[in-house]
């Protein structure tokens, strides 16, 4: 497919009544919004500041309203077509449909989205382009979930993309598409088999896993205790982290009023803090040590793959300077 | 089946009377309510308001349910109508920077104040020229509704929760949370001495929004890492003096030598 076909399609997409969302280049920023057309895509393969997260996830959503006795819970969600999704977002996909597997808002949101992924070719495994054609497939997209993904060269950066598709309907869009545009139907189906590669799980991750518990006395998280601010935006940015807080609110109409869920971080103080005030979280060391934890001990424990996507959006925007690599490494080194 | 009727209210009656009512103040906190817009319809269907002497004149000695007191206690006047204020209501509220941290007034309190009202006041000799303090130092307050202004919606919000009896409180999260959902740019990231991390949000972060460095208006979250955020400053290059005057903008700077002694 090359960018005029791309063009058609997304044009057909919104016809099909999609927003469609990507990656767009602002004041030298690369921000995820809705477009109107394919050029404003940026394939540069900078990675966006923040995510996909919002899309799936929403910083803050209404799951029911109540009038007296009568609730309502809206679970309509509208279709949407996420475009440009990169290999480290998708990876939070795969979090997220485990997390949220019944969850009836996130599904919704789910059944409505197309999720379209593209990746410059050698950016995550430094591979040539005629290695990738042989790997490309069972390395990395066997183990994602997507519907549609465009592959794209780095040699042949300004004309062609490689379509792979990854569901039953990602190739039901595209033949429609195909049928309906006169696009010569290419692509190839890439067979999900789950998260995890043959090889088994990820040894890095086996490593800091069996490193981590027990290591809340050591200076790792002391220094962290003494340079952290607890602003939270390094969980806000974080792909991955899905954490969030019920609040029940009250509408100035009488007997009316909504249930609202919305992101929190394990930064806050009182994210932890139970009925009579008790904390879990006592004070930033073990803030820190638990965001860390929950990453790369509880989440590989549960689903057996990282909680971390390697992306490294914690450590651009940490004020305090904070990387996330650096902490890994003294954890491994320990 | 979980019955989520709301409770008649326990501040009192179906329709709680109200007063709302200024100090020595700009009345800039009492405009947010006037400026409720359709809020606001629900607000004076929900509450009688008798005592509302912005919008209107005449006082009705009564109790009260709920009051709203913006301002500051500039005047034996104003402590009068304060601690009269408290005996006559079920549940004060204080609202505004002014009321509950103490606000730009404040600032008089870290210099010369002797010397500063005689560059104001051509005669000083009726002039009171007290300390400034929050609210809570003179009389026990209920809640506590910061900002400057105040924002409108949790105005509303809060209302709404009293009306159901429900204690209303304001997440202990930073302005960093509200500012990095927007997607504002950081300022702190940029070099600015931004105090967004350390302040109790919920004004959705308006300044951050124009580019504007948070001041703390809205008091700081109840056990902020402020120790860390000032070893940033310091790497910044920002100056004691700096500092001190970012934090007296909003009287500040008192718990902030607080938080660092503790």
């Not at chain 1, 099909?16 to 690369?30: A, L, M, R």
């Not at chain 1, 965001?291 to 004020?319: L, T």
């Not at chain 2, 009512?21 to 817009?37: D, F, K, V």
């Not at chain 2, 130092?137 to 009293?162: H, Q, T």
Request: hydrophobic residues 35%; contains cysteine.
């Amino acid at each position: 497919m090359d960018k005029k076909q791309l063009q058609k399609f997304i044009q057909w997409l919104q016809e099909k009544n999609y927003i469609v969302i990507g990656p767009t280049k602002e004041d030298g920023q690369i921000l995820i919004k809705t477009i109107s057309e394919s050029s404003q895509l940026d394939f540069s393969g900078q990675l966006p500041l923040y995510s996909f997260k919002k899309y799936l996830v929403p910083s803050r959503e209404i799951l029911f309203k109540y009038k007296k006795d009568d609730f309502k819970a809206d679970l309509t969600a509208f279709k949407q077509a996420l475009i440009g999704v990169s290999i480290f977002d998708l990876k939070a996909i795969l979090l997220y449909n485990q997390v949220f597997e019944k969850d009836p808002y996130y599904q919704a949101r789910l059944n409505n989205t197309l999720i379209i992924g593209q990746s410059q070719i050698p950016q995550f495994q430094n591979l040539s382009f005629k290695v990738w054609e042989d790997k490309y497939e069972e390395d990395i997209l066997e183990h994602l979930q997507f519907d549609i993904f465009l592959g794209q060269a780095k040699e042949k950066k300004s004309s062609e993309f490689k379509i792979f598709t990854g569901s039953k309907k990602g190739q039901q869009i595209l033949n429609d598409f195909a049928k309906q545009s006169g696009w010569k139907s290419d692509f190839e189906h890439v067979e999900y088999a789950g998260p995890i590669k043959e090889e088994g799980a990820n040894p890095e991750m086996m490593k800091i896993k069996e490193k981590m518990p027990g290591s809340l006395e050591t200076d790792i998280w002391q220094n962290l205790d003494q340079r952290c601010i607890e602003c939270g935006k390094c969980t806000i940015v974080c792909p991955t982290c899905f954490c969030f807080s019920l609040t029940d609110q009250p509408c100035l109409n009488k007997d009316e009023g909504m249930r609202k869920r919305c992101w929190d971080s394990c930064f806050y103080s009182e994210f932890s803090e139970i009925t009579g005030g008790h904390k879990f979280l006592k004070n930033t060391a073990e803030r820190i040590y638990n965001w860390y934890y929950h990453k790369f001990v509880r989440i590989p424990d549960e689903y057996n793959f990282p909680g971390c996507v390697g992306c490294g959006r914690c450590s651009m925007v940490c004020p305090a300077g904070i990387k996330i690599h650096e902490v890994l490494e003294s954890i491994k080194t320990k | 089946m979980i019955n989520i009727n709301p409770k008649p209210t326990r501040l009192g009656r179906e329709k709680p009377t109200v007063a709302i009512i200024s100090l020595t103040a700009c009345n800039g906190c009492l405009m947010e309510i006037i400026n409720l817009g359709q809020l606001l319809k629900g607000v004076v269907d929900r509450l009688q308001i008798t005592e509302f002497p912005l919008v209107r004149s005449g006082k009705s000695p009564t109790k009260f349910d709920i009051a709203f007191i913006e301002g500051s206690v500039v005047t034996k006047e104003n402590l009068k109508t304060l601690e009269q204020l408290r005996k006559q209501s079920k549940f004060l509220i204080a609202i505004g920077a002014c009321a509950c941290i103490g606000g730009i007034p404040e600032i008089k309190n870290y210099r010369d104040r002797e010397k500063l009202i005689k560059q104001i006041y051509k005669s000083t000799k009726n002039i009171e020229n007290p300390l400034i303090k929050p609210l809570k130092e003179y009389v026990k307050i209920d809640l506590e509704i910061p900002g400057c202004p105040p924002n409108k919606k949790e105005i509303a919000k809060i209302i709404a929760s009293l009306l159901v009896g429900k204690i209303p409180c304001i997440p202990q999260r930073p302005v960093c949370y509200e500012c990095q959902i927007r997607e504002y740019n950081c300022l702190l990231q940029k070099g600015l001495p931004c105090l967004g991390s350390i302040t109790l949000g919920g004004c959705q972060a308006v300044c951050l929004k124009s580019g504007e460095i948070c001041s703390a208006c809205r008091g700081f979250l109840s056990k902020p890492a402020a120790k860390n955020l000032i070893k940033i400053f310091k790497k910044q290059g920002l100056s004691d003096q700096d500092l001190n005057n970012l934090l007296e903008k909003f009287g500040v700077r008192d718990e902030f030598e607080k938080i660092l002694k503790s």
